[in-house]
């Protein structure tokens, strides 16, 4: 088992969707560091269910509680622990599902590894819930990577087979927030909420992709040959529930492109030694080369649809069909934007003291 992740700035993950929390326990955050709660709490909320009438009607406030490690606002170098509470638990739905594994959801594979002793309520330690726990330390990350001049933004990118055009970084700034899909692109975020009202009406789900950008990375980051930045990335963002694929730059589009056009020419732009284009997604060798790092994460459909389904009964082994009515989100991409740049954030700060531009002691903050 591991519930554990990052080599200097390292936390563990705790709690199951219809325990009693769900929490993280970060250690190696650098000491010193004055630690704005609104911050955590407000991308807490990004991530929250019931945000809009595209996510699912669970109602849960999420609301953050410091535990250990921060003392008068400031980190203390020891451990820190933040949860937030699960309060809106129902499990009913739970007990009649608990033999028929929802398709595409991991309820069978859990059963193989854990034996039966796994919660399966609400999808237990599966669940889009525990990703509450990986926004906590994204976002006390993403604080003091900032302190260093790191900003990472993400949006969603595409719907179904909805894209958006490319946004500017003003774009992605101003415009991801100002509609329930995040997508910085309002005529587009329009045609992805119908896409998802129809995927709802229908009893069905929906796809999608989030772009993530962290931009003023200094040249010189990633631990190779095992711990390359796209290695840490690709690992982490991976441990998203949902995530089916992670690529970075220009991705899969360069299995078309011959190396002329593939390239990223070199140039000098205010004496910084940068590149012209970027389609490595500024990481070369598993290491930054100083332009903005870029990556698409896709999210499959969300499983729990209402629709019958067939499956089997792990018990008696004999096919069958179920019908679903919990509470889901007809689309998972709006409320992983969070999460994506919380994982990219705390990845970013794990490698970003591993090469000494983050101090383990931070210098005084007003
Ligand atoms: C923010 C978020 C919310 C999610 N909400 C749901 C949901 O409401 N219903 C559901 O079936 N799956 C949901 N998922 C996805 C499942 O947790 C995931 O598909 C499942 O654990 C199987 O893992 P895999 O898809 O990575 O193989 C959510 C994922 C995320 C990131």
Known sequence: ???TIGNTYRF???????????GVVIDGCPAGHKVDLNHIQSELD?????????TTTRNEPDKVEVISGIFNGVTTGAPICMVIRNKDRNSSKY??????????????TAEARYGGHQDYRGGGRFSGRNTAALVMAGALAKQIIASVGVQVMGYTAQIGDIQAPEPTVEEIKEH??????????QETA???????????????SIGGKVKCLALYIPPGVGQPVFDTLEGDLAKALFSVPAVKAVEFGAGVLLASMRGSESNDPFNVKDGKIGTESNNSGGI?????????????????????????QTTVNMKTLEETTINIHGRHDPCIVPRAVPVVESMTAA????????????????????
């Not at 563990?12 to 769900?22: D, K, L, N």
């Not at 990004?46 to 595209?54: A, C, F, V």
């Not at 970013?348 to 090469?355: E, F």
């Open 190 to 204: 329009e045609k992805m909420i119908q896409a998802i009202e129809e995927a709802k009406i229908d009893s069905d």
């Open 284 to 308: 070369q060798g598993g290491i930054s080369n100083g332009m903005p790092i870029t990556c698409t994460v896709t999210f499959k459909p969300t499983p729990s649809i209402a629709q019958p």
């Open 46 to 54: 990004r991530r929250r269910p019931g945000q809009s009438n595209l």
């Open 12 to 22: 563990t993950t705790f709690g199951e969707s219809h325990g009693v929390c769900v």
């Open 347 to 366: 990845v970013l700060l794990d490698h970003l003291l591993r090469s000494g531009h983050v101090k383990q002691v931070m210098e005084e903050q007003k």
């Open 176 to 185: 991801t927030e100002s509609n329930p899909v995040r997508c910085p692109d």
């Open 1 to 3: 088992m591991s519930n």
């Open 95 to 108: 007990e009649t599902l608990r033999w028929t594994p929802r398709p595409g959801h991991a309820d069978y």
